[in-house]
């Protein structure tokens, strides 16, 4: 059973882990913080999040850094950096087979769908509530 | 007009639809792409077959905000009836399946409380017997 106060523990990790900008936490880090040993945590945020760690701060970073491609003009190394990457090549390498493209070619892409600047286009907030309309015809 | 569909936020369509039948035993019924997502239906053998469940990316800012405070707060997302919520409690348990509450009665009904894997917590109830 996981008690409440566990339940809250594990949520505030998770925050923890998605940190990327001033200082970013090692998985070790953070199960210190939450209280538990690195083998109990990273079981028991598995078993709550259906994902390690490992893979939750990936996702963090990876969006963070789809997020800065989309609505700033940083070059690709200042996202890298600031989506909490220390290094390029394992920055590309992993957004590459991620998202599908290299960071460049996704800039432009959604940068050709985008109606004003600065904004994330639609499309890419459909979730939820707009699938609700249903699919296109 | 009828309800016949209701859903759930889920972070990511593909774990969801893994957990949602390979450890809760729904079957899918839809899947349908519509741009990066796909309207994705789950449905119970046990119940009714026209009843749908949705499991819905929770890519709209609105909807992950809404669905980590429910989760901080320990509330249940929604409810799913089980015939035998004892039962079902130890076979999901057995599947690495984690409670927040184990079976309780609550007066009508026994209630029981276990996380999703994709950022819910979703109730499961018995109703007492008359």
């Avoid at chain 1, 701060?57 to 963070?64: N, V």
């Avoid at chain 2, 409690?89 to 184990?102: C, P």
Wanted: aromatic content about 8%.
């Amino acid at each position: 059973m996981l008690h409440r106060e566990v339940l809250i523990r594990l949520t505030q990790a998770r925050d923890l882990l998605r940190e990327t900008e001033d200082c970013t936490f090692s998985v070790r880090q953070v199960a210190r913080a939450t209280g538990m040993s690195p083998y109990h945590f990273i079981r028991l945020f598995k078993a709550v999040f259906g994902e390690t760690p490992k893979q939750c701060q990936l996702h963090a970073r990876l969006e963070k850094a789809k997020h800065l491609l989309t609505v700033t003009d940083r070059s690709v190394t200042d996202v890298c950096l600031e989506a909490g990457f220390t290094s390029l090549g394992t920055f590309s390498y992993v957004f590459a087979r991620r998202v599908g493209m290299a960071p460049t070619a996704y800039r432009q892409k959604v940068r050709s769908m985008m109606t004003r600047r600065g904004e994330i286009p639609h499309q890419l907030i459909p979730g939820c509530f707009s699938l609700m309309c249903g699919p296109p015809n | 007009m009828r309800i016949k569909l209701t859903s759930v936020l889920v972070d990511n369509q593909d774990k969801a639809l893994k957990f949602y039948t390979d450890t809760l035993g729904f079957k899918k019924s839809k899947e349908i792409p519509v741009g990066e997502f796909r309207w994705l239906t789950v449905i119970s053998p046990e119940g009714h077959a026209d009843v749908e469940l949705a499991l819905e990316p929770n890519a709209n800012p609105a909807a992950k905000q809404f669905q980590e405070a429910m989760f901080k707060q320990g509330i249940p997302i929604t409810a799913f009836e089980a015939d035998d919520i004892q039962a079902e409690y130890e076979r999901l348990k057995a599947l690495g399946v984690v409670f927040t509450m184990a079976p309780t009665n609550a007066g009508p009904v026994t209630i029981a409380i276990l996380s999703d894997t994709c950022g819910n917590l979703i109730q499961i109830y018995q109703p007492s017997h008359d």
